[in-house]
């Protein structure tokens, strides 16, 4: 599967951005997708996650309420619509792929996904 994410960008302290990663090359729908964030130096940490055919999402505790996770099968998309940014949020951003058993168990970890984009960064200005 390659993974395109765009979206990216700079915005206000409270503003809202939606992030998009279309997929190519597999069935879509045979993967479950996270989005995960990197800053420099540091680990990759969990954002969201949705199953394949998108009846469960999963978010970490610093996004939840504010960022929503969803997916388009008939799009091979991805998104991540971001609300009420801060500057906290500052990151590249990478969304992932992954033909994953017990998905529920493990969608927070970066090390289970098969495929990843090429990230896109987002700045929130304070």
């Known amino acids: 599967v390659q993974l395109q994410a765009s979206g990216g960008g700079l915005v206000q302290a409270g503003g809202s951005l939606r992030l998009s990663c279309a997929a190519s090359g597999r069935t879509f729908s045979n993967y479950h997708m996270g989005w995960f964030r990197q800053a420099p130096g540091k680990e990759r940490e969990f954002v969201a996650a949705?199953?394949?055919?998108?009846?469960?999402?999963y978010y970490a505790d610093s996004v939840k309420g504010r960022f929503t996770i969803s997916r388009d099968n008939a799009k091979n998309t991805v998104y991540l619509q971001m609300n009420s940014l801060k500057p906290s949020d500052t990151d590249v951003y990478y969304c992932?792929?992954?033909?994953?058993?017990?998905?529920?168990?493990?969608?927070?970890?970066?090390?289970?996904?098969?495929?990843w984009g090429q990230g896109t960064q987002v700045t929130v200005s304070s």
């Open positions: 992932a792929a992954g033909d994953i058993g017990s998905f529920s168990a493990i969608y927070y970890s970066y090390r289970e996904y098969d495929y």
């Open positions: 949705i199953t394949r055919i998108g009846i469960n999402t």
